[in-house]
Protein backbone atom coordinates (compact mmCIF):
# COMPACT_ATOMS: atom_id res chain seq x y z
CA UNK A 1 0.00 0.00 0.00
CA UNK A 2 1.49 3.32 -1.75
CA UNK A 3 2.00 5.81 1.44
CA UNK A 4 2.72 3.56 4.54
CA UNK A 5 6.31 4.13 3.63
CA UNK A 6 6.44 7.30 6.12
CA UNK A 7 5.16 5.66 9.03
CA UNK A 8 8.20 3.19 8.73
CA UNK A 9 10.66 6.53 8.11
CA UNK A 10 9.02 8.03 11.06
CA UNK A 11 10.00 4.66 13.44
CA UNK A 12 13.29 4.37 12.55
CA UNK A 13 14.50 7.50 12.33
CA UNK A 14 13.47 7.02 16.05
CA UNK A 15 16.25 4.73 16.34
CA UNK A 16 14.51 1.43 15.78
CA UNK A 17 16.13 -1.23 13.72
CA UNK A 18 13.19 -2.63 11.82
CA UNK A 19 9.67 -1.63 11.45
CA UNK A 20 6.74 -2.69 9.59
CA UNK A 21 3.18 -2.70 9.52
CA UNK A 22 0.76 -5.85 8.60
CA UNK A 23 -2.24 -6.39 8.23
CA UNK A 24 -4.57 -8.47 9.70
CA UNK A 25 -4.87 -11.11 6.80
CA UNK A 26 -0.60 -11.20 7.17
CA UNK A 27 -0.10 -9.20 4.00
CA UNK A 28 3.04 -6.45 4.22
CA UNK A 29 1.87 -3.12 3.96
CA UNK A 30 5.45 -1.39 4.64
CA UNK A 31 8.63 -2.60 6.17
CA UNK A 32 11.79 -1.13 6.52
CA UNK A 33 14.63 -3.05 4.60
CA UNK A 34 15.67 -6.29 5.75
CA UNK A 35 13.24 -6.62 8.17
CA UNK A 36 13.58 -9.90 9.13
CA UNK A 37 10.93 -12.94 8.03
CA UNK A 38 8.15 -13.15 11.13
CA UNK A 39 6.64 -17.30 10.45
CA UNK A 40 3.56 -17.81 9.79
CA UNK A 41 2.85 -13.86 10.25
CA UNK A 42 -0.66 -14.33 10.04
CA UNK A 43 -1.01 -16.73 13.16
CA UNK A 44 1.85 -15.64 14.92
CA UNK A 45 1.15 -11.84 15.97
CA UNK A 46 -2.19 -12.43 17.14
CA UNK A 47 -0.58 -14.92 19.22
CA UNK A 48 0.47 -12.11 21.41
CA UNK A 49 -2.72 -10.91 22.59
CA UNK A 50 -4.31 -15.21 23.34
CA UNK A 51 -4.90 -15.65 26.77
CA UNK A 52 -1.67 -17.71 27.10
CA UNK A 53 1.05 -15.99 24.66
CA UNK A 54 4.09 -17.59 24.85
CA UNK A 55 6.11 -15.54 22.12
CA UNK A 56 6.90 -15.07 18.22
CA UNK A 57 9.36 -16.81 16.26
CA UNK A 58 11.53 -14.13 14.00
CA UNK A 59 13.87 -15.90 11.68
CA UNK A 60 13.26 -18.81 13.07
CA UNK A 61 13.98 -17.77 16.63
CA UNK A 62 11.46 -17.23 19.75
CA UNK A 63 11.22 -13.53 20.82
CA UNK A 64 9.48 -14.36 24.50
CA UNK A 65 6.53 -12.70 25.40
CA UNK A 66 7.25 -10.30 28.48
CA UNK A 67 4.03 -8.25 29.08
CA UNK A 68 1.17 -6.57 27.19
CA UNK A 69 -1.39 -4.32 27.86
CA UNK A 70 -5.45 -4.10 25.47
CA UNK A 71 -3.28 -2.47 22.23
CA UNK A 72 0.38 -3.76 22.27
CA UNK A 73 2.71 -6.39 23.46
CA UNK A 74 6.16 -6.43 24.29
CA UNK A 75 8.99 -9.08 23.77
CA UNK A 76 12.52 -9.94 23.74
CA UNK A 77 15.22 -12.25 22.66
CA UNK A 78 18.84 -11.95 24.08
CA UNK A 79 19.96 -8.10 24.30
CA UNK A 80 17.04 -7.28 21.83
CA UNK A 81 13.39 -6.23 22.00
CA UNK A 82 10.24 -6.51 19.96
CA UNK A 83 7.38 -4.48 20.44
CA UNK A 84 3.37 -5.05 18.40
CA UNK A 85 1.01 -3.20 18.55
CA UNK A 86 -2.30 -4.15 17.81
CA UNK A 87 -4.61 -1.66 15.28
CA UNK A 88 -8.36 -2.13 14.00
CA UNK A 89 -7.17 -4.16 10.91
CA UNK A 90 -3.04 -4.05 11.65
CA UNK A 91 -0.34 -4.59 13.50
CA UNK A 92 2.88 -2.44 13.63
CA UNK A 93 5.96 -4.15 14.51
CA UNK A 94 8.84 -2.34 15.97
CA UNK A 95 12.44 -4.63 16.36
CA UNK A 96 15.46 -3.34 18.37
CA UNK A 97 18.54 -5.05 17.91
CA UNK A 98 20.39 -4.23 21.22
CA UNK A 99 17.37 -2.54 22.62
CA UNK A 100 15.45 -3.46 25.10
CA UNK A 101 11.78 -3.21 24.14
CA UNK A 102 10.76 -0.36 26.64
CA UNK A 103 12.97 2.07 24.65
CA UNK A 104 11.12 1.30 21.26
CA UNK A 105 7.69 1.38 22.99
CA UNK A 106 6.96 5.21 23.02
CA UNK A 107 7.25 5.48 19.44
CA UNK A 108 5.65 2.11 18.34
CA UNK A 109 2.97 2.96 20.60
CA UNK A 110 2.71 6.81 19.71
CA UNK A 111 2.32 5.89 16.26
CA UNK A 112 -0.06 2.97 16.42
CA UNK A 113 -3.10 5.30 18.49
CA UNK A 114 -2.57 7.84 15.80
CA UNK A 115 -3.21 5.19 13.35
CA UNK A 116 -5.81 3.69 15.09
CA UNK A 117 -7.51 7.11 15.53
CA UNK A 118 -7.44 7.56 11.76
CA UNK A 119 -9.40 4.09 11.23
CA UNK A 120 -6.89 1.64 10.88
Not at 35 to 64: C, T
Amino acid sequence: MAGWDQYITNLTSQGITHAGIFGADGSRWAASPNFPNIDNIRDELPKAFSSSPSGILVNGEKYIFIRSAENFAILRKSADGMVVVKLNQAYIVSIGVNQKPEMIIGATNKMGEYLKNCGF
